[in-house]
């Protein structure tokens, strides 16, 4: 889940279960909820017209820059393993696309937590000594 900002919510299922059949299911569904803002004149509804993400994951890391929401790792139900594509969900064309793939790790990314930085660039104290960075992605 991951708040736009301004008045959307976006949620993506990860995995569904089936009560009846006791059976659980990867599930791609994206949703997004709008909140009622006073400034706005809206009032809330749900919007299920979202495309289906690219991997079906639960446990991720969300983050958004600019129009785009990112996700990043999580773990598949279905697999039983982490998910190592990361993809983006452009908010403006409402579709999903491959950023990149993380690089294989033994623990897998399964659990993922998604926090934005801003780092002085000239800031001497800071340390670089325990960061990996990945397609231009710094990952401690």
Same mark, same amino acid.
């Given at each position: 889940?991951?708040?736009?900002?301004?008045?959307?919510?976006?949620?993506?299922?990860?995995?569904?279960?089936?009560?009846?059949?006791?059976? =659980?299911?990867?599930?791609?569904?994206?949703?997004?909820?709008?909140?009622?803002?006073?400034?706005?004149?809206?009032?809330?509804?749900?919007?299920?017209?979202?495309?289906?993400?690219?991997?079906?994951?639960?446990?991720?890391?969300?983050?958004?820059?600019?129009?785009?929401?990112?996700?990043?790792?999580? =773990?598949?139900?279905?697999?039983?393993?982490?998910? =190592?594509?990361?993809?983006?969900?452009?908010?403006?064309?409402?579709?999903?696309?491959?950023?990149?793939?993380?690089?294989?790790?033994?623990?897998?990314?399964?659990?993922?937590?998604?926090?934005?930085?801003?780092?002085?660039?000239?800031?001497?104290?800071?340390?670089?000594?325990?960061?990996?960075?990945?397609?231009?992605?710094?990952?401690?």
């Amino acid at each position: 889940m991951v708040f736009d900002g301004n008045d959307t919510i976006y949620i993506y299922a990860g995995c569904s279960d089936d009560l009846e059949k006791g059976v =659980k299911s990867e599930d791609c569904s994206v949703y997004s909820y709008t909140c009622s803002l006073p400034q706005t004149g809206l009032t809330p509804w749900w919007d299920r017209g979202h495309h289906a993400m690219l991997h079906s994951r639960s446990s991720t890391g969300t983050f958004i820059l600019g129009q785009r929401i990112y996700v990043v790792g999580g =773990k598949s139900f279905d697999r039983g393993d982490g998910v =190592k594509q990361v993809e983006y969900y452009n908010m403006e064309n409402r579709r999903w696309r491959h950023a990149f793939n993380l690089f294989e790790d033994n623990d897998g990314y399964g659990n993922v937590d998604c926090v934005k930085l801003r780092v002085p660039e000239t800031n001497c104290a800071f340390n670089f000594s325990d960061f990996i960075v990945y397609e231009k992605w710094v990952m401690w």
